[in-house]
Protein backbone atom coordinates (compact mmCIF):
# COMPACT_ATOMS: atom_id res chain seq x y z
CA UNK A 1 0.00 0.00 0.00
CA UNK A 2 1.43 3.46 -0.68
CA UNK A 3 0.40 6.30 1.35
CA UNK A 4 1.02 9.73 0.79
CA UNK A 5 0.70 12.54 3.10
CA UNK A 6 0.44 16.07 1.92
CA UNK A 7 -0.27 19.28 3.59
CA UNK A 8 0.55 22.63 4.49
CA UNK A 9 4.06 23.84 6.22
CA UNK A 10 3.55 22.79 10.03
CA UNK A 11 0.79 20.94 9.31
CA UNK A 12 2.48 17.98 11.32
CA UNK A 13 3.01 15.52 7.98
CA UNK A 14 6.55 14.25 9.59
CA UNK A 15 4.74 13.93 12.69
CA UNK A 16 2.25 11.73 11.61
CA UNK A 17 3.98 10.32 9.42
CA UNK A 18 6.72 8.46 11.99
CA UNK A 19 3.23 7.70 14.44
CA UNK A 20 1.75 6.59 11.46
CA UNK A 21 4.93 4.02 10.63
CA UNK A 22 5.55 3.00 14.36
CA UNK A 23 1.92 1.94 14.38
CA UNK A 24 1.71 0.14 11.54
CA UNK A 25 5.76 -1.54 12.88
CA UNK A 26 4.44 -2.38 15.52
CA UNK A 27 1.65 -4.23 14.20
CA UNK A 28 4.25 -6.23 12.25
CA UNK A 29 4.27 -4.70 8.87
CA UNK A 30 6.78 -3.73 7.01
CA UNK A 31 6.80 -0.35 6.04
CA UNK A 32 8.90 2.35 4.34
CA UNK A 33 8.94 5.98 5.42
CA UNK A 34 10.40 8.30 3.18
CA UNK A 35 10.38 12.03 2.66
CA UNK A 36 10.74 14.23 -0.11
CA UNK A 37 12.06 15.84 -1.62
CA UNK A 38 15.20 13.73 -1.02
CA UNK A 39 14.80 10.52 0.18
CA UNK A 40 17.80 8.78 -2.04
CA UNK A 41 21.60 9.67 -2.16
CA UNK A 42 20.69 12.47 -5.56
CA UNK A 43 17.62 13.24 -4.10
CA UNK A 44 19.42 14.23 -1.01
CA UNK A 45 21.82 16.66 -3.07
CA UNK A 46 18.84 17.97 -4.99
CA UNK A 47 16.61 18.51 -1.46
CA UNK A 48 19.99 20.79 -0.44
CA UNK A 49 20.36 22.75 -3.87
CA UNK A 50 16.29 23.65 -3.35
CA UNK A 51 16.11 24.30 0.34
CA UNK A 52 19.71 26.59 0.12
CA UNK A 53 18.52 30.22 1.21
CA UNK A 54 21.51 31.73 -1.41
CA UNK A 55 19.71 30.68 -4.31
CA UNK A 56 16.97 32.74 -4.31
CA UNK A 57 17.03 33.42 -7.86
CA UNK A 58 15.84 29.72 -8.88
CA UNK A 59 13.27 29.95 -11.25
CA UNK A 60 9.66 28.47 -10.43
CA UNK A 61 10.04 26.12 -14.04
CA UNK A 62 13.52 25.23 -12.42
CA UNK A 63 12.62 24.47 -9.17
CA UNK A 64 9.55 22.27 -10.75
CA UNK A 65 12.14 19.96 -12.33
CA UNK A 66 14.43 19.66 -9.53
CA UNK A 67 10.89 18.79 -7.26
CA UNK A 68 10.39 16.23 -10.44
CA UNK A 69 14.09 14.67 -10.98
CA UNK A 70 14.21 13.86 -6.94
CA UNK A 71 10.71 12.28 -6.89
CA UNK A 72 11.57 10.10 -10.57
CA UNK A 73 14.67 9.02 -8.63
CA UNK A 74 12.84 7.89 -5.14
CA UNK A 75 10.38 5.94 -7.19
CA UNK A 76 12.63 4.02 -9.35
CA UNK A 77 15.20 3.55 -6.47
CA UNK A 78 12.99 2.96 -3.12
CA UNK A 79 9.13 3.25 -3.54
CA UNK A 80 8.54 1.12 -6.73
CA UNK A 81 10.95 -1.59 -5.32
CA UNK A 82 9.20 -1.67 -1.58
CA UNK A 83 6.01 -1.89 -2.86
CA UNK A 84 6.98 -4.71 -5.04
CA UNK A 85 8.52 -6.41 -2.19
CA UNK A 86 5.30 -6.07 -0.67
CA UNK A 87 5.74 -3.05 1.87
CA UNK A 88 3.76 -0.38 3.05
CA UNK A 89 5.68 3.03 1.76
CA UNK A 90 4.63 6.71 3.76
CA UNK A 91 5.48 9.48 1.51
CA UNK A 92 5.96 12.98 3.51
CA UNK A 93 4.91 15.03 0.71
CA UNK A 94 4.15 13.75 -3.38
CA UNK A 95 3.35 14.84 -6.49
CA UNK A 96 0.69 17.13 -4.77
CA UNK A 97 3.27 19.32 -3.56
CA UNK A 98 5.09 20.16 -6.86
CA UNK A 99 1.43 20.56 -7.85
CA UNK A 100 0.59 22.81 -5.35
CA UNK A 101 3.21 25.08 -4.72
CA UNK A 102 4.43 25.17 -8.10
CA UNK A 103 1.16 25.24 -9.69
CA UNK A 104 -1.39 26.58 -7.62
CA UNK A 105 0.42 29.16 -5.30
CA UNK A 106 3.90 29.40 -7.55
CA UNK A 107 1.66 30.36 -10.55
CA UNK A 108 2.85 27.78 -13.07
CA UNK A 109 0.33 25.96 -15.30
CA UNK A 110 -1.52 22.88 -13.65
CA UNK A 111 -1.13 20.92 -16.07
CA UNK A 112 2.08 21.35 -17.31
CA UNK A 113 3.26 20.42 -13.92
CA UNK A 114 0.99 17.48 -14.00
CA UNK A 115 2.48 16.06 -16.64
CA UNK A 116 5.87 16.46 -15.91
CA UNK A 117 5.35 14.70 -12.71
CA UNK A 118 3.09 11.83 -13.97
CA UNK A 119 6.21 11.49 -16.38
CA UNK A 120 8.81 11.80 -13.78
CA UNK A 121 6.69 8.58 -11.07
CA UNK A 122 5.86 6.68 -14.20
CA UNK A 123 2.21 7.00 -13.60
CA UNK A 124 2.82 5.93 -9.82
CA UNK A 125 0.19 7.83 -7.44
CA UNK A 126 -0.55 6.65 -4.10
CA UNK A 127 -3.69 5.08 -2.90
CA UNK A 128 -4.67 7.03 -0.59
CA UNK A 129 -3.12 10.47 -0.23
CA UNK A 130 -3.78 12.01 3.64
CA UNK A 131 -4.40 15.38 3.67
CA UNK A 132 -3.59 17.20 6.60
CA UNK A 133 -5.57 20.23 6.74
CA UNK A 134 -4.39 23.14 9.04
CA UNK A 135 -4.90 27.03 8.50
CA UNK A 136 -1.73 29.18 7.82
CA UNK A 137 -1.50 30.64 11.18
CA UNK A 138 -1.64 27.25 13.12
CA UNK A 139 0.87 25.70 10.39
CA UNK A 140 3.65 28.81 10.39
CA UNK A 141 3.28 29.05 14.53
CA UNK A 142 4.11 25.26 14.50
CA UNK A 143 6.98 25.63 12.50
CA UNK A 144 8.35 28.86 14.36
CA UNK A 145 7.78 27.13 18.04
CA UNK A 146 10.04 24.29 16.53
CA UNK A 147 12.54 26.42 14.93
CA UNK A 148 12.64 27.42 18.81
CA UNK A 149 13.45 24.27 19.80
CA UNK A 150 16.21 23.93 16.98
CA UNK A 151 15.13 21.52 14.70
CA UNK A 152 15.61 21.66 11.02
CA UNK A 153 12.45 22.09 8.87
CA UNK A 154 12.44 22.06 4.80
CA UNK A 155 9.69 25.27 5.32
CA UNK A 156 12.08 26.86 8.02
CA UNK A 157 14.29 28.19 5.12
CA UNK A 158 13.45 29.35 1.79
CA UNK A 159 10.12 28.41 1.19
CA UNK A 160 8.69 29.53 4.73
CA UNK A 161 10.22 33.30 3.59
CA UNK A 162 7.25 33.32 1.45
CA UNK A 163 4.40 35.59 2.39
CA UNK A 164 0.93 34.51 4.18
CA UNK A 165 -0.99 35.08 0.90
CA UNK A 166 0.96 31.96 -0.28
CA UNK A 167 0.84 30.22 2.43
CA UNK A 168 -3.05 30.68 2.27
CA UNK A 169 -2.88 29.63 -1.52
CA UNK A 170 -1.05 26.67 -0.48
CA UNK A 171 -3.81 25.26 1.71
CA UNK A 172 -6.26 26.48 -1.14
CA UNK A 173 -4.83 24.72 -3.52
CA UNK A 174 -4.32 21.38 -1.50
CA UNK A 175 -8.40 21.72 -0.34
CA UNK A 176 -9.05 21.87 -4.27
CA UNK A 177 -7.00 18.87 -5.38
CA UNK A 178 -8.69 16.88 -2.71
CA UNK A 179 -12.22 17.83 -4.51
CA UNK A 180 -11.09 16.66 -7.47
CA UNK A 181 -10.00 13.44 -6.72
CA UNK A 182 -12.27 12.53 -4.03
CA UNK A 183 -11.58 8.55 -4.47
CA UNK A 184 -7.63 9.27 -3.56
CA UNK A 185 -7.84 12.07 -1.09
CA UNK A 186 -9.09 11.70 3.36
CA UNK A 187 -8.92 15.61 4.07
CA UNK A 188 -8.07 15.06 8.08
CA UNK A 189 -8.75 18.39 10.20
CA UNK A 190 -4.93 18.02 11.81
CA UNK A 191 -5.66 21.58 14.00
CA UNK A 192 -5.90 18.78 17.55
CA UNK A 193 -3.52 17.35 19.16
CA UNK A 194 -0.92 15.05 17.55
CA UNK A 195 -2.23 11.93 19.22
CA UNK A 196 -5.78 12.71 17.80
CA UNK A 197 -4.96 13.55 14.55
CA UNK A 198 -3.48 10.23 14.59
CA UNK A 199 -6.10 8.33 15.68
CA UNK A 200 -8.59 10.06 12.47
CA UNK A 201 -5.23 8.77 10.44
CA UNK A 202 -5.78 5.21 11.90
CA UNK A 203 -9.25 4.71 11.31
CA UNK A 204 -8.81 5.23 7.73
CA UNK A 205 -5.95 3.33 7.01
CA UNK A 206 -7.82 0.48 8.84
CA UNK A 207 -10.56 0.81 7.25
CA UNK A 208 -8.44 0.24 3.91
CA UNK A 209 -7.06 -2.81 5.33
CA UNK A 210 -10.69 -4.02 6.37
CA UNK A 211 -11.38 -3.37 2.50
CA UNK A 212 -8.20 -5.11 1.01
CA UNK A 213 -8.69 -8.27 3.51
CA UNK A 214 -5.18 -7.65 5.52
CA UNK A 215 -5.22 -9.66 8.17
CA UNK A 216 -5.75 -6.72 11.24
CA UNK A 217 -3.32 -7.59 13.98
CA UNK A 218 -5.85 -8.17 17.56
CA UNK A 219 -6.80 -5.13 19.47
CA UNK A 220 -6.79 -3.05 16.47
CA UNK A 221 -10.16 -3.87 15.32
N1 LIG B 1 -1.18 18.30 16.03
C1 LIG B 1 -0.21 19.10 16.46
N2 LIG B 1 -0.43 20.02 17.41
C2 LIG B 1 0.57 20.83 17.83
N3 LIG B 1 1.83 20.79 17.39
C3 LIG B 1 2.11 19.89 16.44
C4 LIG B 1 1.11 19.00 15.91
N4 LIG B 1 1.68 18.20 14.98
C5 LIG B 1 2.96 18.60 14.90
N5 LIG B 1 3.23 19.58 15.78
C6 LIG B 1 4.51 20.29 15.97
O1 LIG B 1 4.57 21.27 14.95
C7 LIG B 1 5.87 21.32 14.36
C8 LIG B 1 5.76 20.99 12.88
O2 LIG B 1 5.36 19.63 12.74
P1 LIG B 1 5.87 18.75 11.53
O3 LIG B 1 7.32 18.96 11.33
O4 LIG B 1 5.38 17.37 11.74
O5 LIG B 1 5.05 19.44 10.34
P2 LIG B 1 5.26 19.25 8.77
O6 LIG B 1 3.89 19.31 8.19
O7 LIG B 1 6.09 18.07 8.51
O8 LIG B 1 6.04 20.57 8.43
P3 LIG B 1 6.88 20.89 7.10
O9 LIG B 1 5.87 21.31 6.09
O10 LIG B 1 7.76 22.00 7.53
O11 LIG B 1 7.62 19.65 6.73
C9 LIG B 1 6.70 20.32 15.15
O12 LIG B 1 7.40 21.00 16.17
C10 LIG B 1 5.70 19.37 15.75
O13 LIG B 1 6.15 18.81 16.96
MG1 LIG C 1 7.86 17.84 7.47
Known amino acids: MFISIEGPD?????????????????????????????GTPVGEEIRKLLLD??????????????????????????????????????????????IVYQGYAGGEDLETLRRINMWAVENLLPEVTLLLDVDAETGLRRLKESAGEGKASWQ??????????????????????????????????????PAAVHEKIWAVIMEMLRRKQVPIPAGEE
Open 10 to 38: GAGKTTQAKMLKDRLCACGLKVVLTREPG
Open 53 to 98: PRFAEIAVTCEALLYAAARAQLVSQLIRPSLQEGAFVICDRYVDSS
Open 156 to 193: GDRVEQKNRHYHLLVREGFLHLASLERERYRIINAQES
